[in-house]
């Protein structure tokens, strides 16, 4: 075909990979998605090879710089990562060629954050001639618009209330509201140090230490820090009765990166079913029949929104944990900062989970294994949590209580299933369908 031979630099590319159209007969939608995927990924490359001469033969063949990787990346995304001549070279010829200096990947990153990164200093004057901002820059100047950035001043700030591998979790008083403010763990002691507090918190004194800094801390931090802007940057454009509200952030570059969220008097549902089973003094324990009918129903009117848009946004990390409750037992779910638009042929990325090796009880094996996936994978973690919820037992309890031993069944391609008939009868039919393997799809 023509567009392989494009490559020499030489050969005009087709039209479909000029970013034009053909007429379209049967089956050929599926060649148009892979060519202008190799469109992209042409671009891409020549970028990361900082080869100028490729990159101006491809632009000129009315390529669209605009567009993105597998994780949103755009040709000047990937150049600014590299510190070469060459590739400073490519990012010029890229915003000549009218390149948005301030596109953002699948983690809400700008091309200037990932120069800054890189240490790569002469790009990164650059793309501020051309008006690039920095991640927290580009979402302050968004939230101004939109009426959600906060105020430090305006919070008070009460008792830790929870903690993850990366983020911890406080109660907050915010003009008379009672919110939960979520914050980097490794930044938790600055925002305690410069945030006002609450008597009662100045009475039980700070929070954790921190541990010195060690090799490699920086670029964990920033990769935090980029999962909490993404999460920001998502849900404040998401409303929805079934999702934890939103209700904004505080961006001052003086503070810490906080999000500001309603308030859940409930707690997770993974505490709550434990309690009941602590209460209850059994080894396992379910909800009445219609609560767990009630539940469910929130998660898929929540799912069903999510993965309603043009492009779905996939949550990836659902589980108990991230499914909250209010005073009055209604449930929403939150926590998407390993959340992402999903794009055809998608594949998972290694990633921390924000609740340690159990996380991966609820997570498809594809996922699990860095495959191809699609929106589906929620789907299995919904078919788990039901299971969760009709049986009152954890996912595979039947196999072994270790979740590592899971973990290394799905490694082997070997993909055990929970035992469905520990669920409530009328359940089955819909819990099933949720972990079955349709190769088709």
């Not at 505080?250 to 602590?278: A, K």
Request: net charge neutral; charged share 20%; proline share 5%.
């Amino acid at each position: 075909m023509t567009w392989m031979k494009s490559e020499s630099a030489k050969e005009p590319l087709p039209t479909l990979l000029r970013g034009g159209t053909v007429p379209l007969r049967a089956g050929t939608l599926g060649i148009t998605v892979r060519l202008k995927t190799t469109a992209t990924m042409m671009l891409c490359y020549a970028a990361a090879a900082g080869d100028c001469l490729k990159v101006k033969t491809l632009l000129s063949q009315n390529l669209d710089p605009n567009a993105g990787d597998y994780a949103g990346k755009t040709p000047l995304h990937i150049a600014c990562s590299i510190n070469t001549a060459g590739a400073n070279e490519v990012v010029r010829v890229l915003l000549e060629h009218g390149t948005n200096a301030n596109a953002t990947d699948n983690l809400g990153q700008t091309p200037l954050d990932i120069s800054s990164r890189a240490g790569n200093f002469a790009v990164k004057a650059l793309l501020q001639e051309h008006g690039a901002k920095l991640q927290r820059e580009e979402l302050e100047s968004r939230a101004r618009e939109s009426f959600w950035l906060l105020q430090p001043e305006d919070i008070t700030l009460k008792k830790q209330i929870g903690k993850t591998l990366k983020s911890a979790v406080h109660l907050a008083n915010w003009k008379g509201t009672v919110v939960v403010v979520k914050c980097a763990k490794m930044h938790q002691s600055n925002m305690v140090k410069n945030l006002r507090k609450s008597h009662s918190m100045v009475l039980g004194g700070g929070v954790e230490g921190v541990s010195p800094k060690k090799a490699g801390d920086e670029d964990i931090e920033a990769g935090i820090t980029a999962e909490l802007l993404h999460e920001i940057h998502l849900l404040a454009s998401l409303r929805h009765p079934d999702l934890v509200l939103f209700l904004g952030a505080c961006l001052d570059p003086n503070y810490p990166i906080m999000f500001v969220s309603e308030f859940m008097g409930g707690g997770d549902l993974e505490h709550y079913m434990y309690n009941m089973r602590e209460k209850q003094q059994v080894a396992a324990w379910s909800p009445p029949l219609w609560r767990v009918v009630e539940w469910s129903c929130a998660i898929g009117r929540a799912l069903a929104f999510l993965h309603g848009f043009a492009v779905p946004i996939v949550h990836r990390d659902l589980k108990p944990l991230n499914l909250l409750l209010t005073k009055n037992l209604d449930l929403k779910m939150t926590d998407f900062g390993i959340s992402k638009m999903l794009s055809s042929g998608e594949t998972s990325e290694p990633h921390t989970m924000t609740g340690g090796v159990g996380s991966y009880l609820y997570m498809a094996p594809e996922v699990v294994r860095y495959e191809e996936y699609n929106e589906k994978v929620d789907i299995y973690s919904y078919g788990l949590i039901m299971y969760y919820l009709s049986s009152g037992r954890r996912p595979f309890h039947h196999i072994t209580l270790d979740p590592e031993v899971i973990l290394q069944q799905y490694c082997k391609k070997k993909e055990p299933r929970p035992l469905v008939s520990d669920c409530h009868k009328v359940l089955r039919g819909l819990i099933e369908p949720c972990w079955h393997v349709d190769k088709f799809s």
